[in-house]
């Protein structure tokens, strides 16, 4: 699935743009990350069993990893890319519930 791909982007974007600030990337860097889109996704800020979720969690996940890259690749803030992920899971939700 997309979602797979995605984390990588995501993750290699985060470390070239700690790299560019001169900053070292650890693994929590990773992790903080995936528990930042993760929470997005379920409401809470712990690692998710991707393999358990449905076809169209897993598009919602790759689409909020993707957002993430982009904005972290743009700098934009944490509490930032917070407000924007929070947004755009919600905004699929409603969608899916008006279906």
Do not use: C, F
């Not at 993750?11 to 900053?23: A, H, I, P, T, W």
């Not at 930032?80 to 699929?92: G, N, W």
């Amino acid at each position: 699935h997309e979602a797979a791909s995605s984390y990588k982007v995501m993750s290699d974007v985060l470390m070239e743009s700690r790299n560019e600030q001169g900053k070292e990337t650890k693994p929590y860097h990773y992790a903080n990350e995936a528990k930042l889109v993760n929470w997005a996704l379920t409401g809470a800020y712990r690692p998710i069993d991707r393999a358990a979720l449905s076809t169209a969690d897993l598009d919602l996940l790759a689409k909020l990893e993707s957002k993430n890259a982009v904005m972290i690749a743009m700098g934009a803030s944490r509490e930032l890319r917070k407000e924007i992920l929070q947004a755009m899971a919600e905004s699929r939700v409603a969608r899916l519930a008006a279906a």
